[in-house]
Every structure is written in C-alpha cells, then in structure tokens.
C-alpha cells in the first residue's frame, strides 16, 4: 500500500511515520519510521514539518491521550474520568486452554442462537419471554468466559454473518461478559452484563419490518421511530418474569453518552452507571465493526481509534482506555497478514505484550490452504526467515479466509 500524506494537524497517535516533507537528517529523529505514540514526537514534528507520509498497514492502537491538543475543560474531565475507579477485585485465573474451551464454547454460542431466535419468534407474535432460559444461556456464557475468555471471542469473531434482527445479540452479550472478565468486576456483574448484551435491544423487534438495516439511511422522521426501540425494549423487559429488577433500567442506558449527547434521556456523566457506560462502548464497538447493512465493517483496529477519538466526551476515558486493553491491538479471530506473506487467525491475547498474539496459520503465501494448520507464539519471536522473526503485517477483512471455526485446532 502506497504511503499517504497527511498534514501535521491531522496526525493521530498509532500512526507509522515513514516519510517527513524532508531529511531525516535535518530534524532530531534517530530512526527513519516510527509509530507516533508521545506529545513529545507530535511537537518535533509540528517544528520540523508541514506534513508527513504515513504507512496505513502498519498503524497500531496506542492509547496516549493527546492532552495538548485538547482544551482545558476537556483535559480536566479526562483527566478527572481516569482517576475513578473502574476495575473490581475479583480474581480469575485461566482454567482450560483456548483448544480444551473451544467445543464447550461452541455448544453454548449454538444453544445461545437457538434461544435468541426463540425470543424473537416471542417477541413478534406478541408473546412473553423465557427470562428463566435466558438467564441460563447467559449464565453458561459467563462459565466458558471464566475458565478461558478467548474461546468464545473466537466464535463471535468468526460466526456466519446471519440477517435476523438479533443476529449481533450474542456477540455483544459475550463482548461485555468478556469486558466485565478483564475489569474484574464480580461473577454476578458478569451474567447482568450478559444478560443487557442479550436482551436490551430486544425492542429492535418492535420497530417497522426493515428499519434497523437501513439504520445508515434513515430519515429524521424514520430516526425518531428507531429510536423508540429503547424504550420497547424496557417495556418487554418489564413485563418478563425472571430477570434481575435492574435489567430494565440498565437496558435503557446504552445509546446514552458521557457528554449528554446520547438518547433516550440525554443523560450525562455520572448519571450513567458503570454498567450502562460499558454497554455503550461494547454496543458502538459492535456497530462499527459489523457487516453492512447493519454496520460500518470496520476492522476491529479502526474502531477502537474511533472510539479514542471520543474518550472523555461520548464515552468514559478510563473505561475505553481499559477496554481497548481488553481487545487489543489485534482481537481474537481477527485475520492477519504475517510478513512471511502466510495468512492466520488470531487464537489468544498476549496480555503484556498485545502486538506479539498466538496465531493459527492457515493459508501460506500463496494462499494455499495449509494442513494442519501452523501454531506461531509470535512473543518467542519464531523466524519467518533466517534473517527475520515473524510478525503481523497488517489486518485482513474477516472476509479474506473463508474458515469454519470447526476446522480449527484439528
């Protein structure tokens, strides 16, 4: 990919600096590229350059919050957001390995689906929900969570991109189990995480047949209807026996942003709970990176730049600074291109060091597939060439590999 120019104004952290507007060695900079992470590296370049070339294949994730670039009252709420407290104290270790998790993972996501189906037959014919069986779907996710957290990400990542209404409700249900893991947050927050990623857009099903497929498209009149889905889906929610009494109110919270600037009620701040301020990060995560028509298929590293882009105003700084930890700079099930030219699916996190995954390779270069397939722990740097460890080039579109997750491990 060709290198492209950007005005020094509209640099954003991550991005790899391959090229300046002139010599590297008019200016301070020892190495010849590099992925702008500090204040520091923005304002030699703001010195030393109108613009610079950047390398879009090798951006990162970097959470750094541009503090100077910000005004005052937006550096004081920031700053004032990262001081609370967002993590628990629960402790949970890894208890099966990602290949051990994964068939049990995949029993549960499949019943999981099984259900998510029956509540919207429910639903559209006008019928109550089964809160008892969501309770238990939902309480199985958060088991195969706890003992290993990749194993279901790995489904979510790679299901089949289904057309129901409801199709994303899983997904996001194990999202924010995933979420409540990493933020130590206790087993009981776990399973209300599950259960609001599952149930609170339930009221999607209340809205004209097609609506939420042409939500990109929608006109101001058709927009105020879509909105009317939050509080269908408080109104079923209320009316079904068996879930946890907050459920409503908490369903209801998630189009809501820090800065006020999100519906139902425009609430602002600390009027948001914890648990609706996750529910809105996981739920625009979700809608960035998914297919279209429902979604702006993104790739996962994209969206998290979005979404640092509105820390500390639509969304809370510390909880989005945690959550892009959480997911890494390379999510579970994401496809990547190594620079053996092999292509593979991202199976485990490395938690200290996020850009050095475990990764299953399954096409070599020449994008025959490979049996069986190639394990890479990439933090014991295997060599790719005698000269030259392996690492991750760049992300592919999910599209890229068409792989059963079935056929994995095999």
């Known amino acids: 990919m060709a290198h492209k120019e950007v005005p020094i104004e509209y640099l954003e952290f991550g991005m790899f600096v391959a090229r300046l507007d002139r010599p590297w060695t008019e200016t301070p900079f020892v190495y010849q590229g590099f992925v702008l992470k500090t204040e520091q590296q923005l304002n030699a370049l703001k010195k030393y350059c109108k613009s610079v070339y950047v390398d879009p294949e090798k951006r990162q994730v970097v959470v750094a919050p ?22 628990g104290t629960a402790v949970y270790k890894e208890l099966a390995t990602v290949e051990d998790e994964l068939p049990r993972a995949r029993t549960v996501f499949t019943q999981t689906n099984t259900i998510v189906q029956s509540m919207a037959r429910a639903v559209v014919s006008g019928n109550a929900l089964d809160g008892e069986r969501a309770k238990q779907a939902v309480a199985e996710i958060t088991d195969s969570v706890v003992r290993n957290p990749d194993a279901m990400m790995l489904l979510v990542t790679m299901r089949d991109k289904a057309e ?36 609170q857009d339930v009221g999607m099903l209340k809205l004209p047949p097609g609506m939420p497929a042409r939500r990109n498209d929608l006109t101001a009149q058709e927009e105020t209807i879509f909105k009317t889905h939050v509080t269908h889906s408080v109104e079923i929610l209320s009316q079904t026996p068996g879930l946890p ?23 602002k701040g600390g009027a948001i709970s914890q648990m609706g301020a996750i529910a809105g990060i996981v739920d625009t995560f979700d809608m960035l990176t998914a297919p279209a028509p429902y979604g702006m298929q993104m790739p996962p590293s994209n969206a998290l730049n979005v979404l640092f882009q509105n820390r500390g105003t639509q969304f809370h700084a510390a909880l989005i600074e945690q959550f892009i930890q959480c997911v890494g700079a390379f999510p579970v099930g994401s496809v990547v291109e190594l620079n053996s030219g092999e292509v593979g699916v991202v199976i485990t996190q490395n938690l200290v060091k996020r850009l050095q995954p475990r990764v299953m390779v399954v096409q070599d270069a020449s994008g025959n597939p490979i049996h069986p397939h190639k394990i890479l722990d990439l933090v014991n740097e295997p060599m790719a060439t005698p000269d030259e460890p392996y690492r991750i080039r760049r992300t592919l579109d999910q599209t890229t590999v068409k792989i059963d997750s079935r056929e994995l491990f095999l």
């Open 164 to 199: 129901e209404t409801l199709n994303r409700s899983t997904q996001v249900s194990v999202y924010m189990t995933v979420f409540g893991r990493f933020l130590q947050l206790d087993r009981e927050r776990l399973e209300v995480l599950g259960l609001m990623g599952l149930l």
């Open 245 to 267: 009494a907050e459920l409503p109110g908490l369903a209801s919270l998630h189009h809501e942003r820090y800065d006020g600037s999100g519906y139902a009620r425009g609430l």
């Open 66 to 87: 541009r503090l100077l670039t910000l005004p005052p009252s937006t550096r004081t709420a920031i700053a004032e957001q990262v001081k609370e407290k967002v993590r």
